[in-house]
Nanobody, 119 residues
Framework: QVYLEESGGGSVQAGGSLRLSCAASGRTFSISTMGWFRQAPGKEREFVAAINWVGSGTNYAAAVKGRFTISRDNAKITVYLQMNSLKSDDTAVYYC????????????WGQGTQVTVSS
């Protein structure tokens, strides 16, 4: 089992920045990809960004490309989401999730952290 704990959410004005963290514990050797998703009120959960745990591959949603940066610290088994030039549309609960082994399904999720951007 893998356990995920997000932190770093909060309230910020439009144009500001926040950095989210997601620390993994448990059977972390099985992690292949770590990703960030978000869900705004009344909307479905959507993909934000992902990073391979081995290698340097990253992937971003079009809505955040150029503003958000995903990175990882292998020693701390932690993934980060640096969010710059925040917009009110970025307001959501942000979730960390992982895929394990050869699966492409995100099957383990954190509890989420709220990000609120005021205009």
């Amino acid at each position: 089992q893998v356990y995920l704990e997000e932190s770093g959410g909060g309230s910020v004005q439009a144009g500001g920045s926040l950095r989210l963290s997601c620390a993994a514990s448990g059977r972390t050797f099985s992690i292949s990809t770590m990703g960030w998703f978000r869900q705004a009120p009344g909307k479905e959960r959507e993909f934000v960004a992902a990073i391979n745990w081995v290698g340097s591959g990253t992937n971003y949603a079009a809505a955040v490309k150029g503003r958000f940066t995903i990175s990882r610290d292998n020693a701390k088994i932690t993934v980060y989401l640096q969010m710059n030039s925040l917009k009110s549309d970025d307001t959501a609960v942000y979730y960390c999730a992982v895929t394990r082994g050869l699966s492409t399904q995100y099957d383990t999720w954190g509890q989420g952290t709220q990000v609120t951007v005021s205009s």
